[in-house]
């Protein structure tokens, strides 16, 4: 049986606080039970961390790297090779947001090979993206 996480139990994981909650989301996420996770809550995880507890993009990309990277974690409609490749996107310049970087890899992921977006930071790498259905 695989559980689902929500963003509430990995945002306690991942900030410690409040100490009971952050315990019992650390013995489940740290043992060896299968879980999953959606992009949709890596990416609302993302959101708090950055705006309720100001931690920086770069460090909230590492602090979900290493959530994904753990072997009972599994991702919902995403590879994990690509989820990762998606949110080390995210540190060098501060370009791409984790929203986005996700976005990306679910479209990679799902065998996407054009993404429809107006913003011109969107990443390209694998992927063409258009703003009309003439193309680019």
């Not at 920086?56 to 990309?61: D, Q």
Request: charged share 25%; aromatic share 6%.
């Amino acid at each position: 049986m695989t559980a689902a996480l929500d963003t509430s139990f990995v945002v306690r994981y991942m900030m410690g606080s409040p100490a009971d909650s952050a315990r019992q989301a650390s013995e489940v996420i740290d043992s060896t039970e299968e879980l999953e996770i959606s992009g949709i809550a890596l990416a609302e995880t993302a959101f708090v961390l950055t705006t309720v507890y100001q931690v920086p993009r770069g460090r909230a990309a590492d602090q979900l790297i290493d959530l994904v990277r753990k072997e009972n974690i599994s991702l919902t409609g995403l590879t994990k090779d690509l989820a990762i490749q998606g949110l080390l996107m995210c540190r060098p310049s501060g370009r791409v947001s984790i929203a986005d970087a996700l976005i990306w890899a679910a479209a990679r992921s799902g065998g996407s090979e054009v993404v429809y977006s107006f913003d011109r930071r969107f990443p390209d790498d694998g992927l063409e993206v258009r703003t009309s259905a003439a193309g680019p």
